[in-house]
């Protein structure tokens, strides 16, 4: 009788066991908060990752610009912004200039 019930238990278990992974799965995915992009195109100030994100660069390499003081910021308590004005401005001040090509003249 005890394994008629053991191998019944492994039968639900193996029902339900993926069933409710892929609600804690989604349910998870729900909570989580991630800021649209055009939520970002809207703000005056961007958290180092929003600006990493908005120009392609990675967070570290937005650090470090900052740490060299490239790349203008303000730190509001342990928050480090930047103004999108000024990253807009360093971005361009950063332009490599495009070469004429020799073949096409």
Known sequence: MTTSNNSFSEALAAIFIPIVEEGVRRALH???Y???PEACA???FLTIEQA???CGLGSSTIRLYIRKRKLAALKVGSRVLIKRT???V???SNR???MPNKFLT
Do not use: M, Q, R, Y
């Open 34 to 36: 991630e800021p649209a």
């Open 86 to 88: 000024d990253l807009e």
């Open 30 to 32: 729900a909570n989580s």
């Open 52 to 54: 990493a994100d908005l």
């Open 90 to 92: 360093f971005l361009d």
């Open 42 to 44: 809207a703000k005056e």
């Open 96 to 98: 490599i200039g495009v």
